[in-house]
């Protein structure tokens, strides 16, 4: 069993035997590796000798890690307060030190290396690093600036004369967020609760989908009442319309060719994966839950949270230079209404631009007086 990863989308891990130490890759592994980041668009600009000598330092710093190494899945493993985060090496790691090497050389700084390695730290360095090497391809970039008041933000971009960008990247990390333990504990019984009635695999050999919508975070009472009633639900019976279960437990079936509902912040997949490789793709789904409103509230407080940290940070930039913050986030359709609020303000003035989600379906946000900067940052 496996569930769906998509940006908004919670991942379970079931890796079983394709689990090893990342100091024990194969040279079949390794080639794996380097196929797929040679197929990977995102490393374009890079040549084989860099590809391969991220792909080494990745071996060489993670060679504790457990890495999982398959057609579909190339990841290191994260685990941290019982929280397992997957990293993918291909689309996250490599371009990642691949640009650590392009700016600090052959030998990488002790600091550094100690961030990409210590677990709190990785995936917020790999963002930065990543952040930097859209940048840099354009632009003089500094690592890690100083400002007179003490703080360092990520990231200085130098454009002509004495002005420029200081840019500070924050990463919302999900799968620690309280909001994400509250929807794993509902899912987690729901899924065990689905799991003993025929319905979900009957649904998908007749081409449908099951789908658990939830209104409100649910109690035990309306959970036990769905383990209870489950055992007489037919596929027919929800071929006729929807069945709730309590107040807040809605149960439908929909054809398996239609996409996830987008109007929930997050969800999560039941997708069986065999021996041959299974796309992670709504198609596969036999079961879905998706979040309800409350959490969207509690993820929404988090954004604004952290868009807030990455401002204040900014807040002493040198006079005639500019902020920009790099925010990976979650949810960016609901975000976007705050984000549009948030920008125009007086506290903005001086950081112009939040651009999301860099690599992934990015969206940028800037102040209308600033739209002429807009094409000298991101040039290409």
Excluded at 258 to 264: A, C, H, K, L, N
Excluded at 298 to 326: D, E, F, T, V, W
Excluded at 348 to 367: A, M
Aim: charge should be positive.
């Amino acid at each position: 069993m496996c569930y769906t990863a998509a940006p908004h989308t919670l991942l379970k891990l079931g890796v079983g035997k394709n689990e090893m130490q990342m100091n024990n890759v194969s040279k079949a592994g390794y080639r794996l590796l380097y196929e797929k980041a040679r197929e990977q668009q995102l490393l374009n600009h890079l040549d084989n000798a860099q590809i391969r000598q991220a792909l080494d330092t990745c071996i060489s710093i993670y060679s504790d890690f457990e890495v999982v190494l398959n057609a579909g899945f190339t990841h290191i493993i994260v685990r941290h307060h019982k929280i397992q985060t997957p990293i993918n090496i291909v689309s996250e790691l490599t371009p990642a030190l691949a640009t650590a090497h392009i700016y600090f050389g052959d030998s990488l700084p002790e600091e550094l290396v100690f961030k990409l390695t210590n677990k709190t730290q990785i995936s917020d360095t790999i963002f930065e690093l990543n952040c930097l090497g859209t940048f840099q391809r354009h632009h003089e970039v500094v690592y890690e600036p100083n400002l007179q008041n003490g703080k360092i933000p990520d990231l200085m971009l130098k454009l002509n004369g004495q002005t420029g960008a200081y840019i500070e990247c924050k990463s919302q990390h999900i799968l620690e967020s309280e909001y994400n333990r509250i929807f794993n504990k509902f899912t987690s019984e729901i899924f065990a609760i689905m799991k003993e009635s025929p319905l979900p695999k009957i649904a998908f050999e007749k081409n449908f989908r099951t789908e658990v919508h939830i209104k409100k975070t649910p109690n035990q009472k309306q959970i036990a009442e769905l383990r209870k009633d489950i055992k007489n639900v037919s596929l027919d019976d929800l071929k006729c319309g929807s069945l709730c279960f309590g107040e807040n437990i809605i149960l439908l079936a929909v054809p398996k060719q239609q996409p996830y509902d987008d109007e929930s912040s997050m969800h999560a997949a039941d997708i069986t994966v065999r021996d041959k490789p299974t796309s992670l793709h709504h198609k596969n789904a036999h079961l879905v839950i998706y979040s309800w409103p409350g959490l969207d509230v509690k993820r929404r407080r988090i954004q604004r949270k952290l868009l807030s940290k990455a401002r204040k940070k900014l807040m002493n930039i040198p006079k005639g230079y500019i902020g920009m913050i790099c925010l990976q986030t979650y949810g960016v359709k609901r975000f976007m209404k705050d984000l549009k609020d948030l920008l125009p303000q007086e506290e903005f003035r001086r950081i112009p631009f939040v651009w999301l989600n860099p690599f992934h379906e990015s969206q940028l946000v800037c102040r209308n007086e600033y739209l002429y900067l807009r094409d000298k940052l991101f040039k290409g």
